[in-house]
């Protein structure tokens, strides 16, 4: 079955601190990866995307993602964290064979200490 | 990238009362998706909206409690039926823009049943 898992709920961290969210599908053929980010009272933006080519994808606001096919990961990083990040993360795997559509993690809260 | 409007934003409805949502795109496109965010929860896909064609639900969701139309190639509603407290949450919609091949979502309908 098409699952996307988020382990981690909440995450805390220090403003100026790096950051790292997991992200595991399980998906039959080669997906296509995003990771979205939802502020509070806010829709969804996307941050980035991975298809295919380079395994390591640079988004917006500082954010990177890496593809690892081996691990059936794609875990979101940035080097340094604003106050700013703190948001819920959704990581989505969309479907490449059959009807197109997204199937979403459970989210990670993240909080940024001051 | 397209740009998605809902109308209301947000609404507090009683049980056993019907709520129709609609999205409006500033551009054509194909597809038309519906999702539901409980509280606290991550995004649930309930149908794919195509234009001239029934809709496609997912597992767990009926067209008798949640009807959608798509009219046109720029918009589509999505009625939430027979209201219960357990139908609230956030109604979103969001469009594929395969051009991007990826989805945009618009800023989403928070409902509440009382």
């Known amino acids: 079955a098409q699952s996307v898992t988020q382990p981690d709920i909440h995450i805390t961290v220090s403003e100026g601190a790096s950051l790292e969210l997991r992200c595991n599908y399980s998906y039959g053929a080669t997906p296509y990866l995003f990771w979205y980010v939802q502020s509070p009272g806010q829709g969804l933006q996307l941050l980035l995307k991975?298809?295919?080519?380079?395994?390591l994808v640079q988004g917006i606001k500082g954010f990177e993602a890496e593809f690892k096919r081996s691990q059936s990961s794609f875990n979101l990083r940035k080097p340094s964290v604003h106050w700013s990040d703190a948001a819920e993360y959704f990581c989505?795997?969309?479907?490449?064979?059959?009807?197109?559509?997204?199937?979403f993690g459970t989210g990670t809260r993240l909080k940024v200490l001051a | 990238s397209a740009v998605i409007s809902q109308k209301p934003s947000r609404d507090i409805c009683q049980r056993g009362t019907s709520l129709t949502i609609q999205c409006q795109v500033d551009s054509q496109v194909t597809m038309m998706f519906w999702y539901r965010q409980q509280p606290g929860q991550s995004l649930t896909l309930i149908a794919t909206?195509?234009?001239?064609?029934?809709?496609?639900?997912e597992s767990g969701f009926v067209i008798d409690k949640f009807p959608i139309s798509r009219p046109n190639l720029t918009f589509s509603t999505l009625t939430v039926s027979n209201m219960s407290p357990e139908d609230s949450s956030i109604y979103l919609c969001s469009v594929d823009e395969r051009a991007y091949n990826e989805q945009f979502f618009g800023p989403g309908t928070r409902l509440t049943v009382l």
């Open positions: 991975y298809f295919s080519g380079d395994t």
């Open positions: 989505a795997v969309g479907t490449t064979s059959g009807t197109y559509k997204y199937i």
């Open positions: 909206a195509n234009q001239g064609s029934e809709a496609t639900y």
